[in-house]
């Protein structure tokens, strides 16, 4: 009996030798007729694409034919082994461009149970693909890269349905609102798609917090679990660009960012801190959260100096006070204090000068910085830092003390006289770094001038 797999390579080989004969005549067609048809061009790119398919076909199975491969390790809808597996809703593995292209046609269904699918997310099988791979290696062939798909803009009406089914389950009972909220978590973090679709209604944000809200009939503290859920959810959803205005102009988010700062697990603080950073990217929600107060808890948070929140406090400060009113209030929140205290405690160093270096164009911040001994600080982490970064504006905030406060020149002039720290910067330092100690010393040489002549 023949085998029925070389029977299909060998239709697989005719088909393709037709194709390039058939492709062959077109294309004399059209190199020697002046005046040849859309239709023949319209057939070429038929027939090309015909063969291109081929070509990947081949490819994908990568001489694997001729192996006895795992049956768990073949996708069920082509029968080839899987490059990239995932989940389905239900729990069944497939090959993503397969489930994709099936799920993209419309089809509801599990292709395998045929169970109705409660929504369309995959999930990766990094299980399954790690089997594959090691099971490829022993047979000495090599997994190729699986195609990248975007599903950013792949949002079915199911999708809809699901979003919104647990979003009602918001007004319900904390059991199934914890389970909602899990679940919301986990879509927004995996699919692109379900972020877009929050954007789709007005109502979906105050839906979603409804369980934090003030307004609500229960009235109690949050449960931790689900408060981490929804302001990590709020988080994931300020990652995408069309929701940061939406997400920051709806009355209710700030204040329970805000409050969530201050209450919850270290998660949600963190969480909360790092929604604001990535919500601030606008500068009209810069104005809204700073109008808001959130700087004062941020700062609170940073002082609390948990490690697990500080880069994400930090990084949000920083953003924050791109803003010159946003600089005001940090100001008067002590965050000079809080800043200069970590900092001398060897601290998020780089981070944090990096938030003191524009704080120093108030004149109040430069005061507190004198006060809290800023100065011999400052040096001696140019003279002893390998960061570049560090340098630079420790020299910026320098040469703002300097420009102001010109009782610490002579200060600044004795460190100069013993080890040249200045002019070791001046010439070795970043662009930045540089014109800034140039100016430092000029300043200190005028001076010095000056007071010879006198």
Known sequence: MANPEAQETDHGSRKVFELKKELQRLVKTILDEDD??????????????????????????????????????RCPISGEIMVDPVVLANGQTFDRPCIQKWLNEGNRRCPQTHQVLPHTVLTPNHLVHEMISQWCKDHGTELPKA???????FVTNVDRSYLNSLLEKMS??????????????????????????????TEAIPQLL?????GRADDTDPDPDLQEDLITTVLNLSIHDNNKRLIAEDPLVIPLLIDSLK????????????????????????LIIGESGALKPLIDLLEEGHPLAMKDVASAIFNLCILLENKRRAVYAGAVRVIMGKIINYTLVDE?????????SHQIAIKEMVELGAVPCLLSIIR????????????????SICFNDQSKLREIGMEENANHTLSRLAQD??????RKASAILERLNRVALIAHTA
């Open 263 to 286: 209450s919850g697990t270290i998660e949600t603080r963190r969480n909360a801190a790092a929604a604001l950073f990535t919500l601030s990217a606008l500068d009209s929600n810069k």
């Open 210 to 214: 409804y369980p934090l809200s003030p």
């Open 429 to 434: 330092g970043t662009s930045r770094a540089k």
């Open 172 to 201: 319900s009972s904390i059991s199934e609102q914890k389970e909602a909220a899990k679940e919301l978590r986990l879509l927004t973090k995996r699919m692109p798609s379900f972020r877009a679709l929050f954007g789709e209604s």
């Open 36 to 73: 040849y048809s859309m239709q023949v061009t319209d057939e070429a790119l038929r027939v090309l694409s015909c063969l291109k398919e081929f070509k990947l076909k081949k490819s994908h199975s990568f001489n694997v034919d001729c192996l006895n491969v795992p049956e768990v390790f």
């Open 147 to 153: 195609i990248q798909y975007n599903d950013e803009d």
């Open 384 to 399: 002893e830092s390998t960061s570049e970064r560090s340098k630079e504006n420790c020299v910026a905030i320098l040469h």
């Open 352 to 360: 944090l000068l990096a938030i003191l270096s524009m704080l120093s």
